[in-house]
T-cell receptor
Framework: GDSVTQMEGPVTLSEEAFLTINCTYTATGYPSLFWYVQYPGEGLQLLLKATKADDKGSNKGFEATYRKETTSFHLEKGSVQVSDSAVYFC?????????????FGRGTSLIVHP | NAGVTQTPKFRVLKTGQSMTLLCAQDMNHEYMYWYRQDPGMGLRLIHYSVGEGTTAKGEVPDGYNVSRLKKQNFLLGLESAAPSQTSVYFCASTDPWRSTDTQYFGPGTRLTVL
């Protein structure tokens, strides 16, 4: 079946540091790939997405590129802020089988210190 | 446009008690989902629905029942609560034909079973 593996946290950074959170996936079809963010005490919300190979999703300074050859969708940000402290989930949705049941990674906690 | 709402936000139950969690969405989405989130476990799918009047089991359905009598509402029931059901419950909805599988999440219900 489909699966998503993302790096374990917590990731602890100082403000203005560079961020990378690794995400790799396995899927039988041609999935869409997502990053969701969960701020403390809230539900998940979409951060960015990519629907086909070589697409780059971007939002709020975050970027991720859909790499089919390495089955990866790593999240990056050039300069993190304290307000970016949250849990980040990588996910895929593979509708090739007619089912829209997404697969989520376990989440990576990011802590940014001033 | 409220998006996805969940009631209640918090609840404390005693073992053996029953309760119903309500999820409502105003985006006319066909698909709705119930997840539970536990530390270190990520999101796990309990039940889902692909349209009004339909329900299906997810990864961890035991001890839960659901109903989708109206398109905009998805109810999650616990008939006899157990301490193992202490968790944060999230509802989500999507319309794959309009939103490319993006999931829209509610704010969560924090349930404690004593």
């Amino acid at each position: 079946g489909d699966s998503v593996t993302q790096m374990e946290g917590p990731v602890t950074l100082s403000e203005e540091a560079f961020l990378t959170i690794n995400c790799t996936y396995t899927a039988t079809g041609y999935p869409s790939l997502f990053w969701y963010v969960q701020y403390p005490g809230e539900g998940l919300q979409l951060l960015l997405k990519a629907t086909k190979a070589d697409d780059k999703g971007s939002n709020k300074g975050f970027e991720a590129t859909y790499r089919k050859e390495t089955t990866s969708f790593h999240l990056e940000k050039g300069s993190v802020q304290v307000s970016d402290s949250a849990v980040y989930f990588c996910a895929l949705s593979d509708p090739s089988g007619g089912s829209y049941i997404p697969t989520f990674g376990r989440g990576t906690s990011l802590i940014v210190h001033p | 446009n409220a998006g996805v709402t969940q009631t209640p936000k918090f609840r404390v139950l005693k073992t053996g008690q029953s309760m119903t969690l309500l999820c409502a969405q105003d985006m006319n989405h066909e698909y709705m989902y119930w997840y539970r989130q536990d530390p270190g476990m990520g999101l796990r799918l309990i039940h889902y629905s692909v349209g009004e009047g339909t329900t299906a089991k997810g990864e961890v359905p035991d001890g839960y029942n659901v109903s989708r009598l109206k398109k905009q509402n998805f109810l999650l029931g616990l008939e006899s609560a157990a301490p193992s059901q202490t968790s944060v419950y999230f509802c989500a909805s999507t319309d794959p034909w309009r939103s490319t599988d993006t999931q829209y999440f509610g704010p969560g219900t924090r349930l404690t079973v004593l």
